[in-house]
């Protein structure tokens, strides 16, 4: 290797610099991807965990007399609820799924679930056909009160704290042990 070429390569407009350079760059917007991918799926999925933590306030789902026929053994009800969310500068609603199903052994006879498949968090919905709930993504099959039939879930899908009172049914955080 000759005096030039070896300055060539230790000079800062070297190709092995530049290609570390690149390297480095590449491995640190990887790494901030990841952290902004995290705090986001936090933040979408912070209202049901709150609600299963014991913080925020209740969540209207709507009449009891709306759920006679689940109460009646006609399958589950599923309901949408909007919960104010505060990012710090701003409040905004979100949305997510909860399942409102039969529970003979509960004082008023329903209980309710987290639409969120146990296993990757998919959303899973309920078949009419095969009386199951069903996710989409890997196939996992729970029966009506949550509890997991086949396919990779881990564990049934999550009971929600809920009040069943004034003729009137919500999510009440208070209540989570
Ligand atoms: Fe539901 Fe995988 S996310 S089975």
């Known amino acids: 290797m000759t005096d030039n070429e070896r300055e060539g390569a230790d000079s800062p407009d070297s190709p092995e610099r530049r290609r570390l350079f690149l390297v480095a760059c590449a491995g640190a917007s990887a790494l901030v991807g990841a952290s902004l991918a995290t705090v986001a799926g936090r933040v979408l999925l912070s209202p049901l965990t709150a609600a299963e933590s014991g913080a925020g306030t209740r969540l209207d789902l709507g009449a009891l007399a709306d759920f006679e026929s689940v109460r009646a053994g006609h399958g589950p009800r599923e309901v949408v609820v909007e919960q104010p969310l505060e990012d710090g500068y701003s409040t905004r609603k ?10 003979a052994k509960a004082a008023s006879g329903l209980a309710v679930l987290s639409a969120t498949c146990s296993h990757l968090g998919c959303g ?12 989409p993504c890997h196939g996992g099959v729970y029966a009506e009160d949550g509890s997991v039939t086949s396919g990779p879930p881990p564990k049934p899908l999550a009971r929600l704290t809920f009040a069943a009172e004034g003729g009137r049914l919500s999510l009440d955080p208070s209540k989570a042990s």
Do not use: H, T
């Not at 899973?124 to 996710?135: G, H, L, P």
């Open 94 to 103: 979100v949305k997510a799924r909860v399942l409102v199903v039969k529970d």
């Open 124 to 135: 899973v919905a309920w078949n009419a056909e095969r009386r199951s709930f069903v996710c």
